[in-house]
């Protein structure tokens, strides 16, 4: 057994707020050696992101390590007298990628410059070998060209290609460790799959130790050996992701496994995790699960200790684990629930829609270039039914919902909504068309006004379009509205900032739904959300659909989440639908290639397949030894 490299032992990080002491981080213990990847597991707010950040003394005022250690080959990089050692070794041999690459690239300076000053800083190179090496660099990440995308800027890449670009800078000081936040969770499948790969390619060429924090469940089969799951700031399981991904024993771990969607199943109900994480200004004095655990007894009043199991395989801390068998695939037919879709006519007809746009010219009185963001389009959907609409990034899935809606102009084609041409409707006409067209958009807190509530937020369109204005009248059309998607009334009064990511976006829904609308168009509405928060949302919008009758177009990237909503997918590539048909016969034998591609990229966690040693023949990293 290798020494690690990593060892926390006992950690503990607060943030003091007006509310209180926030505890954030409790008493986390784990250790990684060379060559392991451990996936870092949990919803948002469980204290992963804290975590990485404690690791590389990146937690400053008012947050605050008060507890534990954190070691580097044996030497403590917290305290004051770890200072100078800790900045030789983070950024070194620790280095670290961020979830938005954006927010982590300097857009004033070119790729290049900021790779080199890695090299400069860490490895003392010149700037021409620093200039030599990033290039070198670039092209290992796979970024075609390296010696003319060198010199380019941040905006000048894909969002795929700035999280390669992050990797390499990262990679520059010939790090022993890997730290990847929450890496692709914005990403489309075929990047992210390809940035997955390449993680993978360098952890076995570099023997390279990876620490994947993620949500996504999917992405930790396919690159993790071992799994640790945080809840409420602490660990509450851990072990080989053989065992965690498919025999939990937490409830919680078996709760984030089933509210996984997968390519296998469609169209059933997706398990949730009901209730909310604890406050964590609170003290422990029991089990946190406990108010959302179906096992919970009297003995859950006691706060369990992470105990090691007894195969030795991984850590518990649980009074009552779940006894589960292996999650296997399902036939799709077996649980195929009929859907209720209408065969009459067609609510939505959209026939050979294009929006193009001009870009550049070809001298000073040349022709204009033509950006076809959406080229020849034609579907249909009928009442009661969803359609996915489903492509990578710049496939022009939001373009056609946009227009659909006429908030992007038409270059040509038509488009039929209820019998009505709606291309030609002027401002009045359309105005009134769309109390039955509404949105639901993909960021739920920049499409809320931060300085209203959520009582004015959802009462406004019933306002503009004069539907209502008596003050108690309104109040109880909120109430229902917020009833309706599962929020309690007295959330009428708070602002967004109040809500969590999937409150925020079931607000978003209620003020969809304000006009009593036939058609939403979903536009990535759950891509951002974690795992159990998105199946909340994923089955509010099946029930709000069987109670409404209402129709969807289903914008997303993530094909196991459209194929659990959709009736019928549509694929798009490059402004075109390549494919369209009911979701069974695409899923199960589509006919493009690219279709293929699409699917055969989706990150499942039945990818899965570690055996008792790791991918590179590395033991557990959970065998490293924790005082």
């Known amino acids: 057994m290798s020494e690690p490299l990593l060892t926390v032992e006992g950690l503990e990080v607060e943030f003091l707020t007006r509310r209180g002491r926030v505890q954030a981080v409790r008493n986390v213990s784990f250790g990684l050696g060379p060559g392991q990847a451990l996936g870092l597991v949990g919803e948002s ?30 030497r403590s990089l917290i305290g004051p007298d770890a200072a100078d050692y800790r ?91 890997l730290i990847a936040d929450e890496p692709t969770t914005a990403l489309d499948v075929t990047v992210q799959a390809s940035l997955l790969d390449l993680i993978a390619e360098l952890q076995q060429r570099l023997s390279l130790a990876v620490l994947m924090i993620t949500h996504d469940l999917g992405v930790v089969a396919k690159l993790c050996r071992d799994v640790a799951v945080m809840y409420a700031g602490e660990i509450v399981e851990d072990g080989p992701a053989s065992r965690m991904l498919h025999t939990p024993s937490h409830p919680y771990t078996a709760g984030l496994v089933a509210a996984t969607p997968t390519l296998a199943l469609t169209r059933h109900r997706l398990e949730t995790i009901d209730g909310q994480p604890p406050d964590l200004r ?16 009297e003995i859950c009043s006691v706060a369990p200790d992470l105990l090691p199991l007894g195969d030795g395989k991984g850590r518990l801390a649980c009074h009552n684990p779940v006894k589960t068998q292996a999650r296997a695939a399902i036939a799709s037919d077996a649980v195929h629930e009929a859907h209720t879709a209408s ?47 489903v492509g990578e990034s710049g496939s022009g899935k939001t373009t056609t919902g946009r227009a659909v809606l006429r908030a992007v102009p038409v270059t040509s084609g038509s488009i039929v909504f209820d019998g009505q041409e709606i291309t030609v409707l002027g401002r009045e006409p359309l105005r009134r068309l769309r109390r039955d067209m509404q949105i639901i958009f993909q960021d739920p807190y920049s499409s ?15 306002i503009v379009h004069g539907l209502e204005t008596e003050p ?70 099946q029930d709000l659909q069987s109670q409404l009758g209402l129709t969807y177009l289903f914008i997303a990237h993530d094909l196991a989440v459209v194929r659990h909503i959709a009736d019928r997918v549509a694929i798009m590539k490059s402004g075109k639908i390549i494919e369209i048909g009911p979701v069974e016969d695409i899923y199960s034998s589509p006919s493009q290639a690219y279709t293929r591609a699409l699917l055969e990229a989706v990150p499942e966690i039945a990818d899965n397949a570690y055996g008792v040693t790791g991918s590179n023949g590395a033991p557990s990293s959970l065998d490293a030894p924790v005082v």
């Open 87 to 177: 900045r030789e070794v983070c950024g070194r041999d620790i280095a670290m990628v961020f979830q938005d690459p954006m927010t982590s690239l300097d857009p004033l300076f070119a790729v290049g410059d900021q790779i080199a000053e890695v090299l400069v800083r860490h490895r003392g190179l010149s700037q021409a070998a620093a200039r030599a090496r990033a290039i070198e660099l670039l092209d290992m990440v796979h970024i075609s060209e390296p010696q003319k995308r060198v010199d380019q800027f941040p905006h000048e890449f894909s969002g795929g290609m700035r999280q390669r670009v992050l990797i390499a800078m990262a990679l520059a000081s010939e790090p022993e460790l």
């Open 45 to 74: 707010g469980c204290g992963k992101s804290v975590t990485s950040q404690a690791i590389m003394g990146l937690v400053q005022l008012p947050g605050r390590i008060v507890g534990g250690d954190v070691r580097w080959k044996g």
């Open 282 to 297: 609170l003290p422990r004095t029991q089990c946190s699960f406990r108010p959302r655990c179906a096992n919970a007894t």
């Open 343 to 389: 065969f009459d006519a067609p609510l939505l007809s959209v026939n050979n829609l294009s929006v193009h746009y001009p870009i550049g010219r070809h001298g000073l009185f040349g022709r204009r270039d033509v950006l076809k963001a959406v080229d020849d389009v034609s579907f249909d959907i009928r009442p009661g039914e969803t359609l996915g609409l």
């Open 472 to 541: 108690g009248r309104l109040r109880d059309r909120v109430a229902h509205l917020l009833e309706l998607v599962g929020l309690p009334a007295d959330a009428a009064e708070r602002h967004p900032h109040a809500f969590s990511g999937g409150q925020r976006q079931r607000v978003g829904i209620a003020r969809a739904l304000t006009l009593e609308p036939r058609f939403i168009i979903a536009d990535e509405p759950v891509s951002a959300l974690d795992v159990s928060i998105r199946a909340q949302v994923v089955n509010l919008m």
């Open 448 to 462: 809320l006004n931060p300085r209203m509530t959520v009582q004015d937020i959802v009462a406004e369109p019933l």
